[in-house]
Each structure stands twice: as C-alpha cells, then as structure tokens.
C-alpha cells in the first residue's frame, strides 16, 4: 500500500541548514507536502511541490524533488530555535484525495 | 489565510460516555474535511474522509458505529466518540481543503481523555 517514510530525529546547530529526507511510494502521488507541527499545536503547511517540479524555494525553505526516487527533501537554511518542531512529510493523488503522512522528523536544535 | 477552528481542544470525560468534537471552517466551504487521530509520538492516522451530504469514508480498521461523522454543512463537520474508552485516548485533528490546490488546513486539534 501507500506509504511515506522518514527518519525519526535529526539535530541541527543553530545557523546551519537542516535537511529533513522523505521517500515515498506511491508513484502516481501529484502533491507533495511539507507540514510543521510545534509542541501542542496542529499542523501547519508549510510548502508543497507539483509532481512534475524538481524544486521549490520559499524564502529559508526550498523543497528537491526526486520523482525517479520518489524522494524529497526539505532544507531549512540558517536554522533558528524558532525551527524545533516535528515535520511531517506527506503526499496525495488529488487535491482533495486523503494525504498519507510519514511518521515525522522531530527537528532538534543545538545552541 | 483561511482558518478551522475545533472545539473542544481539551475534552475530558467518563468512560462509557459519547463526545463530540466540532470542526469548522471559518472563512471558506469546505466540501471535503478529513478527521486524523495522532498517537504520541506516531504520525497521524487518517480515520475517514467527510463529504458534505453524504456519508462519510472510513479507513480500514476506524469503527464507523464508535467514531461517527457527520459533515451537515459545508462548514461544519463532527466527530463523535461514542461510549468512549481509556484507549479512544489521543489527539484527533480535523483539516479542510482550501480553494487552491495543496492547502490543507488543520484545525488545532483536540485532546481527549477518557477516564
């Protein structure tokens, strides 16, 4: 069936990037997504990519997609406490088809 | 941006007992809202779909009869944990399809605990 993987923890010095990696295997995925979820709170999009881009810049955030792979990742440029959060990698077949999500990043900045 | 709104965000209750948890859209319809349930640190687990009119989509293993949905308007769905249990315990989010394509919009979620 359809899934979204993605490791569980990654560690960033405050001021260096971070790149959060996320495969999946749906090849027919349209919309890829990246969510950001803080302590306590939902979720929040932060950016998502069409299938048939390779990347997307957004300000510190830019997005690589690997259709070939099925592989994405997103890197966090110039990394701030304000970062730390989980962040959830997901995609979906339509606009308004269910979004499958990966198990998260938790995202851990170091002074 | 558009926002949704749940309500509870921290409900509390008996076991046996039902509780319902609404989700609005505040400032767009929405025609589809998705009902997710997130154990602590585990991913979101989509639980169904919500299609305003009609009935709702259920993932293979969620109990329709123990967590109903209801989608009466086009800004208003809800979710009822009916004769709750200590494992019904978690935090459900809701979230709608905006009108642009990749806006998924989430709700702030809420806590349930079932004693």
């Known amino acids: 069936g359809e899934d979204v993987e993605q490791s569980l923890f990654l560690s960033v010095r405050e001021g260096d990037s971070s790149v959060i990696n996320c495969t999946y295997t749906?090849?027919?995925?349209?919309?890829l997504y990246w969510y950001k979820q803080e302590p306590g709170a939902g979720l929040q999009l932060l950016t998502y990519i069409f299938s048939n881009m390779d990347m997307k810049q957004d300000q510190r955030l830019t997005v690589l997609l690997n259709k070939k792979d099925k592989h994405l990742s997103l890197r966090i440029a110039d990394t701030q406490t304000g970062d730390s959060a989980i962040y959830f990698c997901?995609?979906?077949?339509?606009?308004?088809?269910?979004?499958?999500f990966g198990k998260g990043t938790r995202l851990h900045i170091l002074p | 941006g558009a926002v949704v709104s749940q309500h509870p965000s921290w409900v509390i209750c008996k076991s046996g007992t039902s509780v319902k948890i609404e989700c609005r859209s505040l400032d767009f319809q929405a025609t589809t809202m998705f009902w997710y349930r997130q154990f602590p640190k585990q991913s979101l687990m989509l639980m169904a779909t919500s299609n305003e009119g009609s009935k709702a989509t259920y993932e293979q293993g969620v109990e329709k009869d123990k967590f109903l949905i209801n989608h009466a308007s086009l800004t208003l769905s809800t979710l009822t944990v009916t004769s709750a249990h200590p494992e019904d315990s978690s935090f459900y989010i809701c979230?709608?399809?905006?009108?642009?394509?990749?806006?998924?919009?989430f709700g702030e979620g809420s806590r349930l605990t079932v004693l």
């Open positions: 749906d090849s027919s995925s349209t919309y």
């Open positions: 979230s709608a399809s905006g009108e642009h394509t990749g806006e998924l919009f």
């Open positions: 997901a995609d979906s077949l339509n606009r308004d088809d269910k979004i499958i």
